[in-house]
């Protein structure tokens, strides 16, 4: 009984989301890596065919996989940390609001490893300037000529800005569906429920911030950052909507929509499970 009472340590609090958030993170990432490629091909500047069609859909695998991981572990383990801080200093109404807080902060977080990791994933995915060469290639190639923020981190105010609203929206969407689930189930949810939740939230977050992640898309590919310098958000979907019209704002989206609702299926599946399992293990130590 004694055990029960006693306090978890700092490791048992925020291991378990760390971990989580790694194996479910390179999990879905890996699994799910073509559809984000055809994605991404759909959104280049190029055309479809031009950026590589369907072939080479596995192109910057490599550099997801080996970046997946710290990625998402600091993602949920910064998420979780946040809302348990935050969670007791506001009434229940505004409980959203500290998942948006939460997720905000996680992302700003993962992004400082996202973005590099983006710039060559992208790269290699639509052929721009790389060729056959390796990811850590063409990130010392951008820092070389372009500088270290110009370079390496292009693109990471648009990322922000993409990834921002989608979590405002996935996180608080996905905590809102498990509270309802717990209230028609005995307050209890399985990792499987969660998982449809998760699908749900991200798919509807995807959809709505697909105009973002085209504006991303287009910085980061851009040849130099003497032309993705003077891009920015709203004057590249301008001109795409000029060009292309509304439907054109939504290029990729039924790729990225499937995409990040089987992942979402995947990724909070595969996180609940895990998380579980961690914490059963230290519960029982």
Known sequence: MERKNKPKSFKATHFPPLLAGAVAGVSVDVTLYPLDTLKTRLQSAQGFQKAGGFSGVYRGLLTVAATSMPTTALFFASYEATKTLCQPLVATQYTPLVHMFAASVGEVLACLIRVPTEIAKQRKQTYVGTNSKSSISILLHAYKTEGFFRGVYRGFGSTV????????????????????????????????????????????????????DLAK?????????????????????????????????????????????????????????????????????
Do not use: H
């Open 161 to 212: 800005l993409r990834d921002l609203p989608f979590s405002f929206i996935e996180l608080p969407v996905w905590e809102m569906l498990k509270t309802t689930v717990r209230k028609y189930n005995d307050g209890e949810i399985s990792s499987f429920q969660s998982a449809i939740c998760g699908s749900i939230a991200g798919g509807f977050a995807a959809v709505l911030t697909t105009p973002l």
């Open 217 to 285: 898309t287009r910085i980061m590919l851009s040849d130099s950052y003497r032309v993705s310098g003077k891009m920015k958000i709203k004057p590249v979907l301008t001109a795409i909507y000029i060009e292309s019209g509304f439907k054109g704002l939504f290029a990729g989206v039924m790729p990225r929509m499937t995409a990040i609702m089987i992942g979402g299926f995947v990724f909070f599946g595969v996180y609940e499970d895990t998380k579980k399992y961690v914490e059963k293990y230290f519960d029982g130590r």
